[in-house]
Nanobody, 115 residues
Framework: QVQLVESGGGSVQPGGSLRLSCAVSRIIIYSTAMGWYRQAPGKERELVATITPGGNTNYANSVKGRFTISRDNAKNTVWLQMNSLKPEDTAVYYC?????????WGQGTQVTVSS
């Protein structure tokens, strides 16, 4: 079964930065579009960034210009660089395929932005 392991979250002040990592195992992702999702308390999970196998990216309007998604197919890893973080970015962040059928969701990584 595919395993997704997210890491890199933490607590930062507004304006700070974090880099999230997603290590994928038991499948090769080189031909798969991947995405980063987030879920804030009491809200539905939302897609914030996607990247195609060739490296084309797309972002939710709320993070455009602040977040950067990237991937290394050789390492089977996807990253999310988050800059200029805002309190509204507080959520648990997950990686997965860009669209269903999703792999089994990982545990996610908590990002908390607070002064």
């Amino acid at each position: 079964q595919v395993q997704l392991v997210e890491s890199g979250g933490g607590s930062v002040q507004p304006g700070g930065s974090l880099r999230l990592s997603c290590a994928v195992s038991r499948i090769i992702i080189y031909s798969t579009a991947m995405g980063w999702y987030r879920q804030a308390p009491g809200k539905e999970r939302e897609l914030v960034a996607t990247i195609t196998p060739g490296g084309n990216t797309n972002y939710a309007n709320s993070v455009k210009g602040r977040f950067t998604i990237s991937r290394d197919n050789a390492k089977n890893t996807v990253w999310l660089q988050m800059n200029s973080l805002k309190p509204e970015d507080t959520a648990v962040y997950y990686c997965n395929r860009d669209g269903s059928p999703w792999y089994k969701w990982g545990q996610g990584t908590q990002v908390t932005v607070s002064s």
